[in-house]
């Protein structure tokens, strides 16, 4: 018979890796900053540093409330249903696994609808990619928990759907890097390198929205997102932000949003707005005619 999860014994048997790991984190990202100006390699941009670091703290004290109210969810989903997976290192594993697909679906979908792209952008508006940039978190991002919600209906219990998350964001941590160039071809075929990922940050053209996976690179050749990294990237978005303020740099294109939905004359404009790829709502230019009606113009 199923045993109900209580919050203490989540909270008792799981560990906040990422609270604890935070200052290796950043002592790592303070190393290769020491590394990369001895060597004289430019990676890293003093006021972009601080930048990534400001947005990534706030991140991580708001992420207190927004991650409590997540697993308060996550317990009773899992609380909810009638079945649940037993626990030890195969299906540890393979919770693993189904998360890392969710995280692929999730990034995938927060690059091709505007309203998720607000909530992702942050982590692309920087024009330098090193171990900081991996600091560089939304505030709104909260938003998106609803995709992991499947690992609770399948039954996987609380705690190691708490710890394989983190173990998830560390991961991903590792692979926001130019030190490190090629990873043996085995590993390059399962897992995500920090060659697959410096191309995801890449703004060239054959770079933009490829290699979405978060630690197995599999999803993105399955998926025909996979692209092998080429010429040196150029980093940022395609419209960058000429600024380091970092509150801008988090809700710009919320704001861009909203101001077009000021705009909007319909539902259906409405529903454009927030659900078409960031692309195609970039080129529609918004504007209010006199009488009142919704003109769209593409540029």
């Known amino acids: 018979m199923k045993t109900t999860v209580q919050l203490n014994e989540v909270l008792q048997n799981s560990p906040n890796l990422i609270l604890y790991g935070a200052p290796i984190l950043i002592g790592l990202a303070l190393i290769e900053l020491i590394l990369t100006i001895k060597d004289k390699k430019g990676l890293y941009e003093g006021k972009d540093f601080l930048t990534s670091l400001f947005i990534g703290l ?3 004290v708001e992420g207190i409330f927004t ?3 997540f697993f308060l969810l996550v317990l009773w989903i899992y609380n909810t249903v009638p079945w649940s997976i037993p626990v030890n290192w195969a299906t540890s594993i393979l919770c693993y696994i189904v998360l890392d697909f969710l995280r692929y679906v999730s990034h995938r979908l927060s690059h091709e609808i505007n309203f998720l792209w607000a909530t992702h952008v942050t982590h692309h508006n920087s024009t330098n990619f090193n171990l900081s940039t991996a600091f560089r978190q939304s505030w709104t991002q909260g938003i998106k928990i609803i995709f992991y919600l499947p690992v609770s209906f399948l039954g996987f219990h609380p705690v190691v759907f708490y710890i394989v998350h983190q173990l998830a964001l560390l991961y991903s941590f590792s692979v926001h890097t130019k030190m490190i160039k090629k990873l043996p071809k085995w590993y390059s075929y399962l897992f995500v390198t920090p ?3 410096r191309v995801h940050h890449g703004r060239n053209r054959k770079y933009l929205d490829k290699n979405y996976g978060s630690t197995f690179i599999i999803w993105d ?4 997102t996979f692209q092998e990294e080429e010429e040196e990237p150029v980093y940022g978005i395609l419209d960058q932000p000429k600024t380091y303020n970092p509150v801008f740099l988090v809700f710009h294109v919320w704001i861009d949003i909203f101001k077009k939905i000021g705009c909007a004359n319909s539902f259906k ?3 454009d707005i927030l659900f078409k790829p960031p692309g195609e709502v970039k080129k ?5 005619q006199t009488n009142s009606k919704l003109s769209v113009k593409m540029e």
Do not use: P
Not at 221 to 224: G, H, K, Q
Not at 284 to 288: D, L, V
């Open 58 to 60: 706030v991140h991580l």
């Open 67 to 69: 991650k409590s109210a």
């Open 195 to 197: 060659s697959h990922h």
């Open 221 to 224: 050749r399955i998926f025909n």
């Open 269 to 271: 404009e409405v529903f």
């Open 284 to 288: 529609a230019n918004y504007t209010r």
